[in-house]
Each structure stands twice: as C-alpha cells, then as structure tokens.
Nanobody, 116 residues
Framework: QVQLVESGGGLVQPGGSLRLSCAASGSIFRVARMGWYRQAPGKERELVAS????????NYAVFATGRFTISRDNGKNTVFLQLNKLKPEDTAVYYC?????????WGKGTPVTVSS
C-alpha cells in the first residue's frame, strides 16, 4: 500500500517562495512517475508538474513554467516542488500523486495561501 504525505505549505506573500515535499512509502516510488497537482476553491484539480522515475524528464503546466521546479530524491522516497515568484492565483491545496501504471495514489494535500 502506497502512502503519500505532503508538507511545506503555508502562508506567503506575493513574490515569495515555498518548498513542498512529499514523502512516499513503498519501494514502488523509485519506478513510478510522480506528479504535483493543485486544487483551488471552486475549481477542478489540475496538474502542476510531473517527473519521470529517474528524474530526467519533467513536464510543467504553462502557469508553472519558469517559476516552479519539480525534483525527486529516490534515496529518500521524496519528491519536491519548489515554488518561486508566487502569485495570489497560486493559492490552492497542493497534492502529491503517484501512478504505478494502473492506480493513482494521492496524499491529503498541503495548503498554499499567497496573500499580502
């Protein structure tokens, strides 16, 4: 059974930065593609970024390109999302996702609020 636990969210001023972490249980982490999604109030969940199992291929949503960076440490079963130049519209709950080729696993999310 895969468990994902996100951390690192909080309140930050516009232009600020946060680093989100997602710790995963299970050896499957090292062979799974990982992703970060977000869901703002009243909106659907959307992909922010994803990273291949080896970390050499990354994909970003248009809004994330140039501001957010996804990375992973397979030795620590952890995936990160560096958020820079945050805007109020980035306010959302950020979720970690693991897809093993057949099942999607989700964490409970970590909230990010961008406000002055």
């Amino acid at each position: 059974q895969v468990q994902l636990v996100e951390s690192g969210g909080g309140l930050v001023q516009p232009g600020g930065s946060l680093r989100l972490s997602c710790a995963a249980s299970g050896s499957i982490f090292r062979v799974a593609r990982m992703g970060w999604y977000r869901q703002a109030p009243g909106k659907e969940r959307e992909l922010v970024a994803s990273i291949s199992s080896g970390g050499n291929a990354r994909n970003y949503a248009v809004f994330a390109t140039g501001r957010f960076t996804i990375s992973r440490d397979n030795g620590k079963n952890t995936v990160f999302l560096q958020l820079n130049k945050l805007k109020p519209e980035d306010t959302a709950v950020y979720y970690c996702n693991l897809n093993d080729g057949g099942t999607n696993y989700w964490g409970k999310g970590t909230p990010v609020t961008v406000s002055s």
